[in-house]
């Protein structure tokens, strides 16, 4: 079957952060993206987990977008402005999908 | 003084606080007890509707004096004011830096909500009446404590911190909406609407309470065994020692507007509380330089604790033996 390239970029943050983030990719022309819950999870700021919380302050959440390689700069120029100083990670991977039209 | 610590006792064998104390042994002895997040958010729905919703009806059924405006005056300024003493005594206390300090002192000025429940049910176990619109009260002093620890730290040199989105998230988070939104159709729908829901929202109270406070008691077990390695000693003390100067102003406040006996022990419970539900996400968003382990683990795992067991049967018993109520 014939598969394209894509860049496969993850972004964890605070879970706050998530509404700022997922307008300014909007605004950046990213529409295409997926929220996923953490469950919990150990970084520089010591163990934490989702369970019994009943505020999203100490709740992450990842942002999963899929995007055509030409428009990675784009996204990240765009995502750092609202991640640079806050908990999370960016993970940028190559992938291959099948519908190409569809990124 | 005997008579202080006596009625702190009976208070402290309430099933609500037992129920918290059941879950922070637990959390302490690492078991694996644990309450599903959706089941927690749930409760703590049910919980604030109800709570506002008997407010509103107490406050149809009994009406409004002129204590309302006063209180609601004195609860903003409470607010507002309590960051700065907080920050005052975190700088002599502790060697946290201006943000840290600010941060945690902003959630000092605010409330926890779960605390003013809490504390409502041990009164009306104990008949001892409050004011309605003290609901209103506590939805008040959420805000005004953020905006001091924000300019705290931008006194300090720091750039503009507060944004219009973010204003509007305060003001409008979630556990604001349906506590003001409930009471005031509490308000609208009086002692009749009361009666229509009781058998929801009033008889199942307390038990649905025992359980929420059980896993806040998970919760604060877990944030206690992490203040090992995230607080110090000066840190602890500050969470046990704010809560008690907190309350001596709600005490003064209470005593100053004639609230009845009640009335003072929740505005001493309001004043001594650390938010955790609006201000950490406030922080989050504004202050992320902030380290969220030492406020979120102060707030919730000695200063809620402190006030659950503690605390709250300390206030009651003093406004009691103040008031002679």
């Known amino acids: ?103 | 003084m005997a008579d202080i610590f006596d009625l702190a006792a009976t208070n402290l064998l309430s099933p609500v606080i037992l129920s918290f104390v059941l879950g922070l042994v637990a959390a302490l002895g690492r078991s694996d007890l644990s309450v599903p997040e959706a089941a927690a958010k749930a409760m703590s729905i049910y919980l604030l509707f109800a709570i506002g919703f008997k407010g509103g009806a107490a406050v149809a059924s009994n009406g409004l004096d002129a204590t309302l405006v006063a209180t609601l005056v004195a609860g903003f300024v409470l607010s507002a004011v309590l960051p700065f003493i907080a920050f005052a005594m975190l700088r002599v206390l502790t060697n946290l830096s201006r943000i840290d300090a600010a941060a945690v002192a902003g959630h000092y000025g605010s409330i926890s909500i779960v605390t003013f429940v809490a504390a409502t049910s041990v009164l009306e176990g104990r008949a001892i009446s409050s004011e309605g619109y003290m609901v209103a009260v506590a939805a008040v002093m959420e805000a005004p404590a953020i905006l001091s620890a924000l300019w705290l730290v931008s006194r300090g040199g720091s750039g503009r911190r507060m944004d219009s989105e973010l204003m509007r998230e305060i003001m409008l988070n979630g556990s604001i909406v349906l506590l003001v939104g409930a009471f005031v159709i509490g308000a609208i729908t009086g002692q009749e609407g009361l009666d229509k829901v009781s058998n929801f929202i009033v008889a199942p109270f307390t038990g649905v309470l025992c359980l929420f406070l059980l896993d806040m008691g998970l919760v604060a077990g877990r944030g206690l065994r992490e203040s090992r390695s995230v607080l110090n000693m000066g840190a602890v003390a500050f969470g046990i020692i704010m809560p008690l100067v907190g309350s001596v102003f709600g005490l003064g406040a209470g005593l100053l507007i004639g609230l009845s006996p009640g009335g003072i022990a929740l505005l001493m419970v309001l004043s001594a509380s650390a938010s955790y539900i609006a201000v950490p996400a406030a922080m989050r968003v504004a202050l992320p330089e902030a380290n969220p382990s030492v406020y979120l683990t102060l707030s919730l795992g000695v200063t809620f604790p402190f006030n659950l067991t503690i605390g709250i049967p300390l206030y009651v018993a003093v406004s009691q033996a103040v008031t002679g109520g």
């Open chain 1, 1 to 103: 079957m014939q598969t394209h390239h894509a860049k496969r970029v993850v972004i964890t943050i605070e879970a706050v952060m998530q509404k700022r983030l997922t307008d300014t990719l909007e605004s950046a022309g990213v529409t295409g993206y997926s929220v996923l819950a953490v469950l919990g999870g150990s970084g520089r700021s010591g163990p934490w987990t989702a369970e019994g919380q009943i505020s999203r302050a100490s709740g992450m959440v990842q942002v999963i977008c899929i995007i055509k390689p030409e428009r990675l700069d784009g996204l990240l120029d765009a995502a750092f402005k609202v991640v640079d100083k806050h908990i999370g990670v960016v993970t940028i991977a190559d992938v291959e999908v099948v519908r190409a039209e569809r990124f």
